[in-house]
């Protein structure tokens, strides 16, 4: 069994940062790829960002390329996700999720173990 803690999230005006976090336990992390998703109310959930086991391989959603980064410290089985410039549209739950592979996936149903989710919530 693998368990996902996010942590990070809060209220911040437009154009501020956050930094989310995401601590695995229960799985060898370093050995499988993870990735940030979001879900706006009413909304599916989409893509944000991924990290390959290493963190050699990364992947962006072109809404938030350039102003996120995903990184990850395999010592601490801890993945981030650094959030600049931060917009309204960008409200949602964030919710990460870990992958049995080494690879990068852009596709949520790749993903086989989920966190319960951060909020952020961006005023204009």
């Known amino acids: 069994q693998v368990q996902l803690v996010e942590s990070g999230g809060g209220l911040v005006q437009a154009g501020g940062s956050l930094r989310l976090s995401c601590a695995a336990s229960g799985r060898t992390f370093s050995s499988y790829a993870m990735g940030w998703f979001r879900q706006a109310p009413g909304k599916e959930r989409e893509f944000v960002a991924a990290?390959?086991?290493?963190?050699?391989?990364?992947n962006y959603a072109d809404s938030v390329k350039g102003r996120f980064t995903i990184s990850r410290d395999n010592a601490k089985n801890t993945v981030y996700l650094q959030m600049n410039s931060l917009k309204p549209e960008d409200t949602a739950v964030y919710l990460c999720?870990?992958?049995?592979?080494?690879?990068?996936?852009?596709?949520?149903?790749?993903?086989?173990?989920w966190g319960q989710g951060t909020q952020v919530t961006v005023s204009p």
């Open positions: 990290i390959s086991w290493n963190g050699g391989v990364t």
């Open positions: 999720a870990i992958r049995s592979s080494l690879w990068i996936s852009l596709h949520s149903y790749d993903y086989a173990y």
